[in-house]
């Protein structure tokens, strides 16, 4: 009976829905944290990180929720047609509007959903890549935990040897742990892009064309989500074919090149429509514009990496053997190569940045399963191996526990929180406003990338990356609020984009803030201890 037992728990499903369900615990535990503290003055946002980008991502979920099928760009004051942008965001809003469910609950459903389904498809990829389930345990765990090496920082002898500027691990989303805690929008895309990855594996096996279709369909559901994690997709594919044709091996007939050519083909109406939204959209090329952020450095993307960038390192030798590995090999091995090469074509792909994400698995894969077999024996024969496999992993890990200590000390601190007196500020502007009215802000951040988040209206300027002329307009609103500007162009301001209301965060006003109160062409229509809210007047 006990036998069975063991036989039974060391089954590979029950491993990994063992550590996926750790996995769900151990990442909800700070958001749990934060609904059940006593802040009774704020509210818990039910993120941890990034807030102005997820402010963003509910602000378009909200739209969805309350009945839209395209969106509208919420966080700049420009008339403009709705259309469709994400899917991910129309998803969860259709379905807290069918369930009724908040949509932060959603997102977090999401999440865990994601979670287990990630565990799943990862393993498998493993077992298509190792002869042995030691080994995909062994890997699979290294994945799962890992973190680079902002860890050293906390040690006194070593940390002022680190500069903090290597170590962006701690918010950077390069490991799945942290991806796991704090990005549902990005452990989506990562998801959809090892599945697509492992359909093809599936279709390279026994050559059936609807698993090469599936894995297409795949790849344009992700490039609907996150479309730089479809190039990197499609990438890895051609770059396979191309390795493949190379090395005069597996090239097969001009049907089964067809078939190959069926993942990269499929998503490509998808890359022209997002082509159009990033450069022909007057609204909505902002992103494309705004959203630039340059690869970090190889040496701190080494250290962000960790202890996986020396285990490859040690295997650099063994990359470009191609004739020894299995397809599922070299298409980890592709997968490697075309991330690299996609990070860092910054500027020509401006936001390139975003593939960062895919980077880490391919990485432990490719650096570990050249050595399976000798890894393997000396697992099994050694005491000490098992023991430093042991210690590897628990430092590999180091920094995932820091960053995950420190999440919790901010939650506990009253972080990621808002003001209710700003909520129901949010709610008076919900129900006295119309659809789109826009706001102008007593400040960028918080408020005005707030209040799409909260309410129908827009806002004057509201978040960097998709307000047209962030910059500009930011300017703007300084200039606006200053005690000297003149009416005439605080007048012309209001009157060129048509504002509705003005916002004023009581935490802006200073001593050199003009009174809107003075004005004839504002009237005062909603007061708090944290906000006071301006109707616009005709002139």
Known sequence: MIEKIIKYFNDKNIFVGLFAAALVIITSIPYILGLVLPFPESRFNGILVFPTDHNFYFALMRQAQQGQWLFHNPFTPEAHRAIFFNLEWLVLGKFSALTGMPLELVWHLQRTIAIVAFCFVIYWALTQVYKTQLMCKIVFTVIMLGGGLAWVRIIKPFGSLLPW?????????IHPFYIMLASSHTLLGLLFSWVSLCLFIEAEKNKKLKYYIAAGICA?????????????????????????????????????IKKRMLPVLIPIPVIIYYMWVFHGNPVFHAWHEQAVTAPFSLITMGFSIGLPMLLLALSIHTIGNFSQKSLPQILITSSLLACCILIYSNPEIKFSFQLVSLLLIPIVIVATMAQEDFLVTQYRQKQIVRVLMAIFIMVNSLSMVWIYRTK?????????????????????LEKHSASRDVVLPSSVYPIGNQIPRYTHCSVF??????????????????????????????????KKYSVHYVFVDTNDIKPAM??????????EVYHNPRAIIYSVLPQ
């Open 165 to 173: 500027h290597l170590c962006k691990d701690t918010y950077a989303f």
């Open 220 to 256: 344009l559901l992700v490039g609907c989500i996150r479309p730089y994690d479809m190039i990197f997709i499609m990438g890895s594919i051609m770059l396979y074919m191309w390795i493949l044709m190379l090395m005069q091996r597996e090239t097969g007939s001009w049907q089964n």
């Open 408 to 428: 919790i000390q901010e939650i506990m601190q009253g972080l990621y929180r808002t003001d209710r007196n700003l909520l129901v500020a949010y709610e008076w």
């Open 461 to 494: 300027c509201g978040y960097h990356y998709v307000t047209v002329a962030f910059r500009e307009k930011k300017a703007m609103l300084e200039e606006f609020f200053q005690k000297d500007t003149s009416d005439t162009y605080r007048t012309d301001v209001l």
């Open 514 to 523: 003009f009174a809107p109160a003075d004005r004839v062409y504002l009237k």
